[in-house]
Every structure is written in structure tokens, then in C-alpha cells.
């Protein structure tokens, strides 16, 4: 059984990233700029529910700019299929195939995620609960009830968490238009390096997110036109960095635990390093 070593591997995603940056900037430019359209549109006088509006469909747009980005990235990676000189939005059938996928994957941590979060912003079962300290007559189903919800979903998150970048090892297979179900086959390939999987893509993702929040706290309180704009700029820019790292990263790691020691003379001239 192969084990991957996750950070060397991370550290792979972030080097194809600084090789080929002139093609990561014409993957994810289009994107950017359809992100920042949603930004700018949020800073316009409009009713509640046309804000309300266009978040979500900032949501939708930062979903197919990503699974849009993420195939480009990855058939760039894997099959040497890069687009000099012009900028790719494509939106087909491998796009929304790739989506569909890492959407499933994303709620193996987020449906628990969203029913914690709801169980937590659960004011009346809280205040039921703990009534007692203010004199009123204990309840003691609920706070039983709160206990038990919190004793299932708190295991759950985390350990969908750790479990999501196993998954994650499909979405190469779907970029490259692999046929048939694949979760249950990447999963057998995965077995023994779920937690070299999950710190590898923590270290694929992390710095990106944490150079976003640092530079989030020091232009939060900016004022002036062009803060806000600036602040998207780069939270845009960082996101599709991460996601740059991060398919570089299960690249690499699904070409280690497929093929073993021969993935690296078999991986394509765009992974490898420059001369």
C-alpha cells in the first residue's frame, strides 16, 4: 500500500501554481471578473430581497467558477491541455458533471455543519433549557435534546471534515472524463491515507485562507471607494489560489496511490519541473 507524503505532495500544487502562473491567471481572470460584477452590483442601492438575491446567486456563480477553474487546472495537469493566448469559461456537460460531484462531497461536512448551526442558533431550546438559573421549572427533555443533538453532530462534522478529501480523489477522474461511478473506487484507493489526504489539502488551502484573513482584518476598517472593491480583489484572488493548490495537490496524490512509484515518470510535461 502506498503512503503519500501530504506535505512534499501540497507543496507540489503550490509549485505548478509559481511555474505556470501566466496560464493560472487566464483560467481563473474571467471567473474573477464575474465575481467582482456580483460585488460591485452589491454595492448599489437595491432592496433587501434583491440583495438577498444576489448573494445567493454570488453563491451559485463562485460554485460553477470553481468546478469551471478546477477542470481547466486539472486537464492542464494531467493531459497537457492548456489555452494559451485566451481566456476559458467553459460551462458543459464536464463542468456540470465535475459540480455535481464536488457538490455531493461538500456535504458530507456541511449537511451536519448546517443542522449544528441550527441547533445552535436555536434560541427557544436554549432558553428552555437554562430557564432553571432564572427560577422557572427545569425542562429537562430539552436539554436533553440539545445534549444528544450536540453529541451527534459535533462527531459528525469533524468526521466528515477528515473524511471529504478521500472523496476529493474523484474529481480528478471526473475532469479527465472517466467513466462509470468512481467514489467507491477512489475510496478503496485511499485506504490507509485519509489523514495524509486531509493535512494535505489543509496545507493546500490553508495558507491562502489565512493570508485573506490577515489582510481582511487590516482593510476591514478602510474607508474610501475603492476598499470594498479591494477587499473582493483579493479575497477572489486567494480563493482561486487555493483551489489551484488544492488540485494540484490531488493530482499529484491520486497519481502517487494509483500508480506508485511509477506515477512520476508518467505524469505530463506541464507537472513537471521547469528546466
Not at 38 to 51: D, E, G, N, S, V
Not at 148 to 165: F, K, Q, R, T, W
Not at 226 to 255: K, R, W
Request: glycine share 8%; with cysteine.
Amino acid at each position: 500500500m502506498t503512503e503519500i507524503a501530504a506535505w512534499p505532495t501540497a507543496g507540489e500544487g503550490y509549485r505548478l501554481l509559481l511555474v505556470h502562473i501566466g496560464q493560472f491567471f487566464r483560467l481563473a481572470a474571467g471567473w474573477i471578473a464575474c465575481l467582482l460584477g456580483c460585488a460591485f452590483a452589491k454595492m448599489l442601492p437595491l432592496p433587501t430581497a434583491m440583495l438577498a438575491l444576489l448573494d445567493v446567486t454570488t453563491l451559485v456563480v463562485a460554485a460553477i467558477a470553481a468546478a469551471s477553474f478546477c477542470v481547466s487546472w486539472y486537464r492542464a495537469i494531467l493531459e497537457d491541455e492548456t489555452s494559451p493566448g485566451r481566456i476559458p469559461m467553459t460551462l458543459g456537460p464536464r463542468e456540470l458533471r465535475f459540480l455535481g460531484h464536488q457538490t455531493a462531497i461538500m456535504l458530507v461536512p456541511g449537511l451536519p455543519a448546517v443542522l449544528l448551526a441550527l441547533l445552535i442558533g436555536a434560541d427557544r431550546w436554549w432558553n428552555a433549557a437554562f430557564a432553571v438559573f432564572h427560577g422557572a421549572p427545569a425542562e429537562p427533555l430539552t436539554l436533553l435534546r440539545l445534549a444528544g443533538g450536540l453529541i451527534v453532530l459535533v462527531p459528525m462534522c469533524i468526521a466528515g471534515l477528515v473524511i471529504s478529501p478521500r472523496l476529493m480523489l474523484v474529481l480528478p477522474l471526473v475532469a479527465t472524463d472517466e467513466p462509470g461511478p468512481l467514489l467507491a473506487a477512489v475510496w478503496q484507493i485511499g485506504k490507509g491515507n485519509t489523514m495524509a489526504l486531509f493535512k494535505g489539502w489543509l496545507g493546500s488551502i490553508l495558507p491562502p485562507v489565512l493570508l485573506w484573513a490577515l489582510l481582511w482584518f487590516e482593510l476591514a476598517g478602510a474607508v474610501g471607494p475603492i476598499a470594498m472593491p479591494a477587499v473582493e480583489v483579493a479575497g477572489d484572488l486567494f480563493f482561486f489560489i487555493a483551489l489551484a493548490a488544492s488540485t494540484g495537490f490531488f493530482s499529484f496524490a491520486y497519481a502517487q496511490l494509483a500508480e506508485g512509484s511509477r506515477a512520476r515518470e508518467s505524469v505530463p510535461r506541464f507537472a513537471m519541473p521547469a528546466e
